[in-house]
């Protein structure tokens, strides 16, 4: 199993319940073939540039060990999913 993390943005206008289902679906996925070691919903926060006219973003940070068969569904969903403004996987080796 790896260390990975990613980091995706979700729309700003998304209701507390939206985000907690759309937080806990890419959970879900997650742990499905691997282990979540750190979990860090940042909030609402300003985007660098504009995406699409949006300005602001709600930040999520997770870094977690897995196979990677689950970051391939991972970003698959991430791709489809109309909640999701930008989002990046990257292989953490520093552990």
Same mark, same amino acid.
């Given at each position: $199993? !790896?260390?990975?993390? *990613? $980091?995706?943005? +979700?729309?700003p206008e998304l209701e507390q &319940? %939206? *985000?907690d289902a759309a937080v806990e679906k890419f959970k879900g996925?997650? =742990?499905n073939g691997g282990e979540i070691t750190k979990h860090d919903v940042m909030g609402k926060r300003r +985007? %660098?540039?504009e995406? @699409? @006219?949006i300005? /602001?973003?709600i930040y999520v940070l997770v870094n977690f060990q897995s196979a990677p &068969?689950?970051? %391939?569904? +991972? &970003?698959r969903l991430m791709k489809i999913? /109309? /909640? *999701?403004? !930008?989002? +990046?996987? =990257?292989l953490d080796v520093t552990k």
């Open positions: $199993m !790896r260390n990975y993390e *990613v $980091m995706y943005i +979700l729309r &319940e %939206a *985000v996925i997650i =742990t +985007l %660098a540039y995406i @699409k @006219k300005r /602001d973003g &068969e689950v970051v %391939a569904e +991972l &970003e999913s /109309d /909640d *999701v403004i !930008r989002y +990046l996987i =990257t």
